[in-house]
């Protein structure tokens, strides 16, 4: 689990639904909270709040991947689940670069050679 790539609902897709995990999403404390575990980790949350204020794509991806480290070392989840995608592409079609999350995020700038 890369909580980077972590993005269950598509309200929020591709940004990952940090809420999920934020102390202050517990049920009991937000009768509307998203936090479905009731878990809360204070460093957890903290790198979560962090996150959510940076602008930098590279300093935000790195403190999520620090948050992803947390959720590991602590086994707050276990990944179980594999999933392969296999694509195949004719060689005529240009600058494809298919992706885990979604294969088609820049399809845009495909083309097919003459």
Do not use: M
Not at 10 to 19: E, F, G, I, Q, R
Not at 45 to 56: C, F, H, P, R, S
Request: net charge negative; charged share 20%; glycine share 2%.
């Amino acid at each position: 689990l890369d909580i980077f790539q972590y993005a269950p609902r598509t309200k929020n897709y591709p940004d990952p639904s940090t809420n999920d995990f934020l102390c202050t999403q517990i049920p009991s404390v937000n009768e509307i909270g998203e936090n479905w575990s009731w878990l809360c980790d204070a460093e957890l949350d903290a790198l979560l709040v962090q996150q959510a204020t940076q602008i930098d794509f590279e300093q935000r991806q790195a403190t999520l991947h620090q948050a992803s480290k947390r959720v590991f070392e602590q086994v707050y989840f276990v990944g179980l689940w594999d999933d392969p995608d296999r694509w195949v592409a004719t060689p005529r079609l240009l600058n494809v670069s298919l992706s885990g999350i979604t294969p088609f995020y820049n399809i845009y700038e495909w083309d097919i050679a003459q």
